[in-house]
């Protein structure tokens, strides 16, 4: 089976040979032009995301090297804590272009679908890695409770404050891309929960300048460890899901399954299969009743452009008649 944009799978007895014609010539051409544009876009919307992850690895590795300096210099654990997560931000950042590099490779006699699901499986590693580094803060901030030490609250209020500004301005580039990639969608939601860590740091170093209560640091560093957690969580439950080819986030088989039916010339839908090809593509694969087989390319036009529309732009139809209908003879 070739790319589904090109071909219809159909069961031999349903699809005489005529047909069979008309489909593989007289719309080749069309589906051809429409795969290349959505090629075309997907290729454009890598590139302009590899710009945006190699810019920011720069700012956020050059930021972890000066908190973690800043921390070692202030005795704050608050800052130490916030740049060993930041480093494995830094990491994250680095699976994810690489992911987002396999999520576009071509298929092989080997691998099919090229090795698009490795995208899915750093999704999941970056979850477990974050989860880690919550483990970490946690046991560090619960030693700081019983081991107090002095801390220069100054250095805490500006280093994070130009954490503020890198954090915050790589949240703002990854929020106008984070919609095509769960793994940018992930990185995204890292930097938000940086920016707000950052604040909340400022706000410790302001109260400890202010009262001495140098307590507020390893409760900082807890607090920054609840929105890791919490900002992970998504993430972590979507990669097992789409890891496992569950139904992808955002789409609903039984929603799917009745706008298919409710298109004119289907009489039913049955073994629909919706997975993850990618964490930017979604498949899906279906066998379709039809009235007879002079319907068939008007209803696999439809439901083609029901489907694009709705984001899945990888899908194949078998198309039946009632006479030979195979969900009648056990067939999967």
């Not at 944009?5 to 159909?10: C, G, P, T």
């Not at 740049?83 to 699976?95: C, E, I, K, Q, R």
Request: negative net charge; contains cysteine.
């Amino acid at each position: 089976m070739t790319h589904e944009h090109h071909h219809h799978e159909a069961c031999s007895a349903n699809l005489p040979s005529e047909h069979e014609h008309v489909l593989e010539h007289g719309h080749q051409h069309e589906h051809h032009d429409h795969h290349g544009l959505h090629h075309h876009h997907h290729a454009h919307t890598i590139e302009k995301l590899s710009t945006i992850y190699i810019v920011a690895v720069a700012l956020n590795l050059l930021f972890v090297i000066v908190e973690a300096v800043a921390g070692f210099i202030g005795n704050s654990l608050g800052l130490l804590s916030d740049a060993g997560h930041n480093l494995s931000d830094v990491f994250s950042l680095l699976l994810a272009m690489i992911a987002l590099k396999l999520a576009s490779s071509h298929a092989t006699k080997r691998f099919t679908y090229g090795h698009r699901k490795a995208s899915v499986l750093i999704s999941l590693l970056n979850a477990i890695i974050l989860l880690v580094a919550v483990g970490a803060i946690i046991v560090e901030s619960i030693d700081k409770f019983f081991n107090p030490s002095e801390v220069n609250g100054s250095l805490i209020i500006w280093t994070a404050a130009v954490g503020i500004v890198i954090n915050g301005v790589t949240a703002w580039v990854l929020s106008r891309q984070n919609q095509h990639d769960i793994n940018t969608r992930g990185a995204f939601l890292h930097m938000l929960a940086d920016t707000l860590v950052s604040v909340g740091v400022v706000v410790s170093g302001v109260v400890i300048n202010l009262t001495g209560w140098t307590i507020v640091d390893p409760i900082i560093g807890l607090v920054i460890a609840v929105v890791i957690l919490v900002s992970t969580w998504s993430l972590l439950s979507e990669s097992l899901r789409m890891s496992t080819d569950a139904v992808p986030e955002g789409f609903d088989a039984d929603d799917i399954r009745n706008r298919i039916s409710a298109q004119e010339g289907v009489l039913n839908v049955h073994h629909l299969h919706i997975w993850a090809i990618s964490t930017t593509e979604t498949a899906l694969t279906c066998h379709i009743v039809i009235p007879e087989t002079s319907m068939l390319e008007e209803v696999t036009d439809r439901v083609k452009e029901l489907l694009d529309g709705i984001g899945i732009h990888h899908s194949t139809l078998e198309m039946e008649t009632r006479s030979s209908h195979c969900h009648d003879k056990g067939c999967c």
